[in-house]
């Protein structure tokens, strides 16, 4: 199985492409802080590190937040137009779970809540029970107050997550990486059509409408 995998939900976007189960990932990564974001191109340069020709890919994994509303509505629709081109399979898997996959991959252990920004003071917060290179979740993914995450550490939770140092300095810095996202994907077969491929949002969108139009009358005449 050939597996294009890309997670541009943080400030460190990434993009991998595997032959499952043989060799090792091809990844690029932009660690440009979220300034930039060019997913073709990282995705081109993936593809001839691997020595993979886009024809060759047979399944899309994309990391569907929550994070940055425009890295992940950006990698949702580079999925859903590739499938639109090519009949490949789409996979849709949460931030949280591929950073969880990542620090269990690296030999982390024991109780890890995952910390992402979710502005407005508040964190998206999800529990893991990391062993044997593997994650489970523990605690659903949900917005919680900074006083929340807290009491996470003070349980003796690791706090981890793309941004976490900056309100929390003893935690450490994770980010989710298309590599870690290629072979969860490997192991799924709940594999799902463009059109239900959705970002994780935690908030109802709200628009703000503009108000009616002024009617300004007619000038009169001057005299």
Do not use: N
Not at 38 to 56: D, F, I, N, Y
Not at 159 to 168: I, K, Q
């Amino acid at each position: 199985m050939t597996i294009l995998a890309f997670d541009f939900s943080a400030p460190q976007r990434s993009v991998a492409v595997w032959r499952s189960p043989d060799g090792e990932p091809a990844e690029v990564t932009d660690a440009s802080g979220g300034r930039t974001l060019h997913p073709l191109g990282m995705t081109e340069e993936a593809l001839r590190r691997a020595g993979v020709k886009r024809e060759e890919i047979e399944v899309i994994a994309v990391g569907r937040g929550p994070g940055s509303y425009t890295g992940i509505r950006v990698g949702i629709a580079v999925a859903q137009g590739w499938q639109l081109a090519r009949e490949v399979k789409l996979l849709g898997l949460g931030t949280a779970e591929i950073i969880a996959a990542g620090l269990a991959e690296a030999g982390v252990c024991g109780k890890v809540s995952v910390v992402i920004d979710a502005q407005r003071g508040e964190f998206y917060l999800a529990g893991f029970a990391l062993a044997e290179g593997t994650a489970t979740a523990t605690e659903p993914l949900r917005l919680a107050t900074r006083a929340d995450v807290e009491a996470q550490a003070a349980a003796g939770d690791l706090l981890a997550g793309p941004e976490v140092t900056r309100w929390f300095p003893s935690g450490r810095l994770a980010f989710p990486r298309g590599s870690v996202l290629a072979r969860l994907a490997a192991r799924r077969t709940d594999f799902v059509a463009g059109e239900f491929l959705e970002p994780i949002y935690l908030r109802e969108t709200t628009f703000v409408k503009a108000p009616p139009p002024r009617l300004v009358p007619p000038l009169s005449p001057q005299p």
